[in-house]
């Protein structure tokens, strides 16, 4: 069975860094990539960027750029999304997904994690 | 960047009726790269169709995905209890790698 097990709530305060860590079970780690989706709340989705697992390479969204930092342990086959400089509006359920690819260019998250909440708040 | 808008933002509908959601993008964009999610209250996303017609695995028959160019749709040919939900379409692109619609909330009436 495919598992992605995220860490457990955050509250934070503005200014403060997060680590939310998504453990990886069930498959090769490294044959697919992890996706970070947030989701404020009663928002939408927002795709916040992309870590392969074979590699370590990234794509962030412009948004999140200078301050995120995707990184993975293989050893361990865990993906790590760091987010710094925390502001209020950075409160949202944190997600991490798994990229699948089905030929033709078609890519999807076919599993996801359960989510981790972090609060950001003085 | 290539946006993406869906519609109607809220559907009323009663259990056993059909439903019928609209995703469009901003221009024509291949097939392979649309994606559609269900979400329900307290939990995460999950992967309904993937390259617009491609069910996911134990999604209901009563489920499909069509769509081609700009404009996708997602059809629920006759709703039941658990389909009340929030549904997102997804493109994937170069940067940003994914995009995602605003979704639709579909409502018991």
């Known amino acids: 069975q495919v598992l992605l097990v995220q860490s457990g709530v955050e509250v934070k305060k503005p200014g403060a860094s997060v680590r939310v860590s998504c453990k990886a079970s069930g498959y090769p780690f490294s044959n697919h990539g992890i996706t970070w989706v947030r989701q404020a709340p009663g928002q939408g989705l927002e795709w916040m960027g992309w870590i392969s697992g074979d590699n370590g390479d990234t794509n962030y969204a412009q948004k999140f750029r200078g301050r995120v930092t995707m990184t993975t342990d293989t050893s361990t086959s865990t993906a790590y999304m760091d987010l710094r400089g925390l502001r209020s509006d950075d409160t949202a359920r944190y997600f991490c997904a798994r990229d699948r690819y089905y030929g033709s260019g078609s890519y999807s998250l076919d599993v996801w994690g359960q989510g981790t909440m972090v609060t950001v708040s003085s | 960047e290539i946006v993406l808008t869906q519609s109607p933002g809220t559907l009323s509908l009663s259990p056993g009726e059909r439903a019928s959601l609209s995703c469009r993008a901003s221009q024509s964009v291949s097939s392979s790269y649309l994606a559609w999610y269900q979400q329900k209250p307290g939990q995460a996303p999950r992967l309904l169709f993937y390259?617009?017609?491609g069910r996911a695995t134990g999604i209901p028959d009563r489920f499909s995905g069509s769509g081609s160019g700009t404009d996708f749709t997602l059809t629920i040919s006759r709703l039941e209890p658990e389909d009340f939900a929030v549904y997102y379409c997804q493109l994937f692109g170069n940067s940003p790698r994914f995009t995602f619609g605003p979704g639709t909330r579909v409502d018991i009436k």
């Open positions: 390259a617009a017609s």
